[in-house]
């Protein structure tokens, strides 16, 4: 059954345009997920710590992924390199995926390679990161870790050509859903085909004493969710207003006439107060669902309609681990 905007008939009109630019970031460590039997340590126990950055443009669709090696410096210790970085994108968003350029900050010139993924929950899946499941998209450095992005303070590198420093990836996308999401649902889009899935994966190599120790890790966030769209929110057309979120994670989706953020007996809601609706989605990866819930919309074929707004917000909790709730970032669903 579709919705219709009978269900928000106590929102109000609104002119201003959602934004277009937005970022997130994940960091990649010891207390993220690991194929290694030692928690996020590569073999060997080694420790690493990277984040990982994403900033995108919806309006031309660009994404810009940074990568910032800052794995400690260990005396004696050749220091691990990034060689292959996994990201997802929120189901049926992206259908197309292109490597516009790489730019590094010293060392060798970042030569990466891509791998594209549209469907990663079907077969055959290309873009395996061990145990930590089926990604989107894969970019890998060269053979043995070659080419790899390296602390930009590490002197005992014991891969080849190293790249130091902060490293940036410029992606060209295409899709239904390119126009209705943001850096936030990105990141917060797990992987597929793995109880261990999770939204960013890096594998590194070169680590330890030998210089031989390596592995996945994957980011540490738990029941990170975001809100996107997918299809045109125009007059006269339909759409999927769809969260997105880990393993285990609750989806109760909010929807408001107003921005937030409010505060509400002493806790901050991202989208304005009251709400005018709510739809409960159940628990990701429980019970036969998914990592994300949509609901169909229907928009009148109303000139009146162009500019109108509304303010959506997911409230989650971890249905495996009840410690507390937290709510996604607030998202704006503008009609044109």
């Not at 995926?97 to 990663?120: C, E, I, K």
Request: charged share 5%; with cysteine.
């Amino acid at each position: 059954m579709r919705t219709t905007f009978a269900v928000v008939t106590s929102l109000i009109a609104v002119t201003s345009l959602a934004a277009q630019n937005s970022s997130a970031s994940t960091i990649i460590n010891h207390f993220g997920l690991g194929c290694q039997g030692l928690g996020g340590r590569l073999t060997g126990g080694v420790v690493v710590n990277t984040v990982v950055g994403m900033s995108y443009n919806k309006a031309n669709a660009v994404l810009q992924v940074s990568v910032t090696n800052s794995t400690p410096i260990v005396a004696g210790e050749a220091t691990a390199t990034v060689s292959e970085v996994h990201l997802n994108f929120p189901n049926g968003a992206v259908t197309g995926v292109t490597l516009n350029n790489q730019t590094g900050s010293g060392g060798a010139t970042p030569a990466f390679t891509m791998s594209f993924d549209a469907d990663s929950a079907a077969a055959p899946n290309p873009n395996a990161a061990g145990c930590l499941g089926d990604f989107n998209v894969t970019l890998t450095a060269g053979a043995n870790g070659a080419g790899g992005i390296a602390n930009a303070a590490a002197t005992n590198i014991t891969t080849a050509n190293p790249v130091f420093g902060l490293v940036t990836f410029e992606l060209q996308l295409t899709g239904p859903g390119t126009a209705g999401m943001d850096a936030e649902a990105i990141i917060a889009t797990i992987s597929q085909g793995s109880p261990s899935a999770t939204s960013v994966a890096l594998k590194f190599e070169g680590g330890g004493l030998q210089g031989q120790e390596g592995g996945y890790v994957g980011s540490c966030d738990q029941c990170r969710t975001s809100i996107y769209t997918v299809g045109q929110t125009t007059v006269g057309s339909t759409f999927d207003l769809c969260v997105t979120g880990g393993f285990g994670c609750h989806s109760c989706m909010w929807i408001s006439a107003t921005p937030g953020p409010t505060i509400v007996q002493g806790v901050t809601v991202p989208v304005g107060w009251p709400i005018a609706a709510a739809w409960e989605l159940g628990n990701f990866g429980i019970g036969g669902t998914g990592n994300y819930a949509c609901i169909p919309f229907s928009v009148p074929n109303n000139a009146q309609l162009q500019g109108f707004e509304f303010y959506v917000a997911n409230l989650t909790y971890n249905a495996l681990n009840l410690q507390g709730y937290a709510f996604s970032p607030g998202f704006t669903v503008t009609i044109n």
